[in-house]
Nanobody
Framework: QVQLVESGGGLVQAGASLRLSCAAS????????TGWFRQAPGKEREFIAA????????YYADSRKERFSISRDNRKNTVYLQTSSLKPEDTAVYYC????????????????WGQGTQVTVSS
C-alpha cells in the first residue's frame, strides 16, 4: 500500500502562487508515476500534470503548461505542483495520485489517491 498526503492548499487572492505537496509513504517502490488532478464544484476531475519517478519525465495538460509546474524531491518521496497567477476558476480540490501511470493523464492509470487539498482563489 501507498499513502499519499497532500498539503499546501489554502485561500488566496487572484494572481497569487501556491506550491502544493504530495508526500508518499509506504510501498513507494511500487510507484512509477505521480499525477496531479483537480475537481471543481459540480465538475469532473481533470488532469493537470504528471511525473515519472524513473527519469522525472513530465506531462502536462495542454491548458496547464504555462501556470503549473510539477517536480519531485527524490529524498523526500514528495512531488510538488507549483502554481502561479492563480485565477478564481482554479478553485478546486487538488488531488495527487500514484501508480503505474501508463497513460499519465488518465485516472485509471493510478492505484492510490490522496484525500485532496482545497485551493480557493478569490477575485
Amino acid at each position: 500500500q501507498v499513502q499519499l498526503v497532500e498539503s499546501g492548499g489554502g485561500l488566496v487572492q487572484a494572481g497569487a502562487s501556491l506550491r502544493l505537496s504530495c508526500a508518499a509513504s509506504g510501498r513507494t517502490s511500487s510507484i512509477y508515476a505521480t499525477g496531479w488532478f483537480r475537481q471543481a464544484p459540480g465538475k469532473e476531475r481533470e488532469f493537470i500534470a504528471a511525473i515519472r519517478w524513473s527519469d522525472s519525465s513530465t506531462y502536462y495538460a495542454d491548458s496547464r503548461k504555462e501556470r503549473f509546474s510539477i517536480s519531485r524531491d527524490n529524498r523526500k518521496n514528495t512531488v510538488y505542483l507549483q502554481t502561479s497567477s492563480l485565477k478564481p476558476e482554479d478553485t478546486a480540490v487538488y488531488y495527487c495520485a500514484a501508480g503505474p501511470g501508463t497513460v499519465p493523464s488518465r485516472e485509471n492509470a493510478y492505484d492510490f489517491w490522496g484525500q485532496g487539498t482545497q485551493v480557493t482563489v478569490s477575485s
